[in-house]
Nanobody, 126 residues
Framework: EVQLVESGGEPVQTGGSLRLSCAASGFIFTDAAIGWFRQAPGKEREGIACYTTNDGSTAYADSVKGRFTISSDNAKNTVYLQMNSLRPEDPAVYYC???????????????????WGRGTQVTVSS
């Protein structure tokens, strides 16, 4: 059984930084993509970043490009989302998701993901 568990969400001030973690179990970090999504109240879920395990490539939504960085420790089956320069529009529940992909495919944040975590809340205060 695949399980994804997010952690690291907590209140932070505008302009601050936060690092989220996504620990995966029952999921092999080969031919796979791991993505981060977020959903704020009343808004649609947004894919914001993804990581392709085979080549280490990453992709970001324009809303977070230059501020957020996705990375992976494959040995620990853990993916991170480093969030810097947090803004008032960043608060949301942040989810990680995973999917197996073709070996030569590079992920996109808006891709379909099969496995999902339960999310972690990020709050940004001024």
């Amino acid at each position: 059984e695949v399980q994804l568990v997010e952690s690291g969400g907590e209140p932070v001030q505008t302009g601050g930084s936060l690092r989220l973690s996504c620990a995966a179990s029952g999921f092999i970090f080969t031919d796979a993509a791991i993505g981060w999504f977020r959903q704020a109240p009343g808004k649609e879920r947004e894919g914001i970043a993804c990581y392709t395990t085979n080549d280490g490539s990453t992709a970001y939504a324009d809303s977070v490009k230059g501020r957020f960085t996705i990375s992976s420790d494959n040995a620990k089956n853990t993916v991170y989302l480093q969030m810097n320069s947090l803004r008032p529009e960043d608060p949301a529940v942040y989810y990680c998701a995973a999917v197996y992909i073709d070996y030569d495919y590079s992920c996109a944040p808006s891709d379909y993901y099969r496995y999902w975590g339960r999310g972690t809340q990020v709050t940004v205060s001024s």
